[in-house]
């Protein structure tokens, strides 16, 4: 990130080098363009996410299921100790 101009609202903010066609469906490209973290939201919002290479969901259940395992361990773990003791 650095700071700029957003290419999309053209406010200044910092702004973020972005794909402007999705490397997943496109391959490797070098045309790219600087966007704040907003217009970055929006882009991904409209583009939907069956384009993206790491669609947000995807990503936010991978980190939700490592948060419950990790929960429902600590509930058995405490369960454990109070049945042992």
Not at 20 to 42: M, R
Request: hydrophobic fraction near 35%; charged fraction near 25%; include cysteine.
């Amino acid at each position: 990130m650095k700071y700029g101009i957003c290419e999309k609202c053209r406010k200044e903010s910092w702004v973020e080098s972005h794909h402007i066609l999705p490397k997943s469906t496109f391959g490797e490209n070098d045309e790219k363009i600087d966007l704040c973290p907003n217009c970055h939201t929006d882009y991904h919002q409209k583009l939907g996410s069956e384009n993206l290479k790491n669609p947000d969901m995807v990503f936010h259940f991978y980190f939700f299921d490592r948060w419950l395992y990790g929960l429902l361990s600590i509930i058995l773990l405490i369960l454990a100790l109070y049945f042992v003791s």
